[in-house]
């Protein structure tokens, strides 16, 4: 039996966008999302719902995460998903 967190349920793939760019920069990093969370200060399930389009991010989260990973913002925000645009 799958002991996941999702309790049964694949997770949600980001398409494009902010939660890509975020999970992305965050598996560049070689960090699950408990690791950011901690990390920025924020909680695990803040991250999950940011990666997957469920949330938008507050101008806060955008700053730390912008200091963490050391891009600006409209990287972070930049529609595409090309890799070559985000830069860790």
């Known amino acids: ?10 997770p949600k793939e ?8 975020l999970r992305r920069l965050r598996t560049q990093r070689g960090m699950n999302q408990t ?3 901690e990390s920025i200060g924020v909680v695990q399930s803040h991250i999950a719902n940011v990666e997957c389009g469920g949330k938008n991010p507050s101008l806060d989260m955008l700053t730390r995460l912008s200091a963490f990973f050391g891009v600006g913002y409209d ?10 645009a985000v830069t860790a």
Do not use: I, Y
């Open 75 to 84: 990287e972070l925000m930049r529609e595409t998903s090309d890799e070559s």
């Open 1 to 10: 039996m799958d002991n996941t967190k999702h309790r049964g349920r694949k």
């Open 14 to 21: 980001p398409t494009s966008g902010f939660g890509a760019n």
């Open 35 to 37: 690791q950011l969370a």
